[in-house]
Structures are given as C-alpha cells and as structure tokens.
C-alpha cells in the first residue's frame, strides 16, 4: 500500500524546542529547590508531557506534589516557555520546507506531548498551520506517549478531515524519541527517526528509517517503507 499520510512530532522534529523545555523546566524547578540536569531531562523525562514530567520528577524524588501543585508548575513553565520563544524562530532548518512539501503530496498531522497553545502558537507565528490535517496535543489524549493514543486520535482526526479510510499501516510517524517512535509503532505506523536530540544507535530497535533531520525526508523512500510487508 502507497503512502497515504504522515505524522509529525512537534518538539524535536519540527521544533528545536527542546533545549528551551529544558530550560523552563530548570528554571521552574529551581525556584522550588529542585535541581534538573541535563543530561536527567534527556535521559528520563523528554518523552513526557508536561503533567507526567513533573510527576516523574516529583517521584523520582521523593516529593508529594498534589495535582494543584503540579498545575501550577505547568501554567508557570508555559509562561517561561513563551517568554524564551519570543522574537526567535524555533523551527530547524529545512522543516517549514520539509512540512511544505509532504502537505502537497498527502494529508499531514501532528502527533505530540506538547500544548495546543504551544504547538499552534509556534505553527501560526510561521504560517504554516494551514498545511495540518490535525494536531494532537497533551490536551487531547489522557495517555500520552509511549501509549499509541495520540497517533490513534491523529489517524482518526485525519480519516474525518479529508473523509477517506486512511490505514495505519500506510502512514509514516516522524520522531525524534524512542517514547515517540514506541507509541507510532504501537499504532501501527511506519516510524522514521530523525538524530536531532539523540544518536543513530538509539533507534536500532524502533525505527525503520534514520535520518538526520527532516531537511533530509524523502517522500520517495517513505512511500517505499510503506509498501514494505
């Protein structure tokens, strides 16, 4: 079967958004005594939205944060996201391009653990939001990645938009993380990889194709991961 879809992860494929949620997230926690690493963020809690990364970060140190707790530390990181954001482009190079040229080829969505406001905020500052079939945020899926939810909501929201029986099986997923590239495959999409965050060698087991940034897609070769059985 022909490629018929492809869905896109936000921060870290599209976004080079990581090293400011990194940032927010540091920034955040330290008003409250908590120290976040680097190499912690990138190890253990990318794969997150916002709500279950600082739950993680609450258990792995032994805090007892109540969920207002943790709604407050989300509303403030999103304030400091924003205000890290402004005046910048946070797109990679190539991808406004990259998103250009699958969207006139085959419907596209995006799948990912970020806000809607943050995700949208980022697509019309770059007027490229009209290009998108759907977009699935942490707001629209209590379960987010490694679970297959937001792709299974993305592929239901793209079958509505343009009316035709699009098959998981023929839709390629774009990520940029393992907890990413588990949840398209556990939908039963074809996954590619992108190596803007981590290595080659961290996608040996969950991606069918590597490549080093979406600059580098290939329509071609992912219509042919698609015909693969």
Not at 91 to 120: C, H, M, N, W
Not at 124 to 142: G, M, Y
Request: glycine share 4%; with cysteine; aromatic share 6%.
């Amino acid at each position: 079967m022909s490629l018929q879809a492809i869905v896109f992860d936000f921060d870290g494929v599209i976004a080079n958004s990581e090293p400011l949620h990194f940032r927010a997230y540091k920034e955040v926690l330290a008003e409250d005594g908590v120290v976040l690493t680097e190499h912690d963020y990138y190890a253990r809690y990318l794969g997150f939205d916002d709500v279950g990364a600082f739950e993680a970060i609450a258990a792995d140190r032994g805090l007892r944060w109540t969920s207002s707790a943790v709604t407050s530390l989300v509303e403030r990181k999103a304030v400091r996201l924003e205000a890290l954001e402004c005046g910048m482009s946070v797109l990679f190079p190539g991808a406004a391009d990259a998103i250009r040229r699958a969207a006139a080829v085959v419907p596209i969505a995006i799948a990912s653990g970020a806000r809607a406001k943050e995700i949208r905020r980022v697509l019309e500052r770059e007027r490229l939001i009209e290009h998108f079939s759907a977009i699935v945020s942490a707001d629209d899926t209590p379960i987010g990645k490694p679970a297959p939810d937001p792709y299974l909501r993305a592929l239901a929201q793209m079958r509505a938009a343009t009316r035709h029986d699009i098959v998981a099986s023929a839709c390629v997923a774009i990520e940029d993380s393992r907890w990413g590239l588990e949840s398209a495959r556990a939908a039963g999409m074809r996954t590619v990889a992108v190596t803007n965050t981590y290595e080659k060698s961290a996608f040996e087991e969950t991606a069918d194709l590597v490549i080093p940034s979406l600059a580098a897609m290939d329509l071609n070769v992912l219509a042919q991961l698609c015909l693969q059985s």
